[in-house]
């Protein structure tokens, strides 16, 4: 079990840096890809299998389609990578942010107490769909609600952008 973790996890930050590094934006959606299935590995490992099927489903299918439809449609050939350039600046603001989120997350993980298996106090229900359900409709009902609330606003305002009629103004 525990070289199958390690052996995701090199895989999961191999591919993920892959995405980073690869100048196709197809292949960097196909490592994406792989990156994503390498993390519903690690849920299952963790016993959370509906957020396994959950990753795979939304993130896996429907996100990468999205992104592959964005990619496609704006059609970046090789002579549009020849145009772009790089300033100094920007790749020095990069490496001082990427810099700074490396510091933050080491001083965040390091008073972190990593707990070991313990038979007498393990739950095989923890991550299952019925336990999740229960939280989520107990002790976080109203950021539920409001989240639904304003998923409905999103799905109303993208409905009335995208229907124009004839005489109305464009925004």
């Known amino acids: 079990m525990e070289s199958l973790f390690f052996f995701l996890a090199s895989l999961?930050?191999?591919c993920a840096l892959m995405v980073v590094i690869s100048k196709n934006p197809v292949h960097s959606v196909l490592f994406l890809i792989i990156t994503f299935f390498t993390i519903s590995g690690h849920y299952v490992l963790l016993n959370a299998?509906?957020?396994a099927v959950v990753n795979i489903i939304v993130y896996a299918g429907a996100i990468m389609v999205l992104f592959l439809f964005v990619i496609m449609f704006l059609n970046m050939s090789k002579q549009g990578d020849a145009k772009i350039?790089?300033?100094t600046v920007s790749k020095f603001a990069g490496a001082i942010a990427g810099g700074l989120l490396f510091v933050v997350l080491i001083a965040a993980l390091k008073d972190a107490n990593v707990v070991g298996y313990n038979p007498d106090t393990y739950?095989?229900?923890i991550?299952?769909?019925?336990?999740?359900?229960?939280?989520l409709f107990t002790e976080y009902l109203l950021p539920f609600e409001l989240a639904s609330v304003l998923f409905l606003v999103a799905m109303v305002g993208a409905v009335m952008l995208g229907k124009r009629e004839e005489g109305e103004s464009n925004f």
């Open 85 to 87: 350039k790089t300033s």
């Open 12 to 14: 999961t930050l191999l």
């Open 127 to 135: 991550g299952m769909v019925e336990s999740l359900g229960q939280v």
């Open 49 to 51: 299998q509906f957020l």
């Open 123 to 125: 739950d095989s229900q």
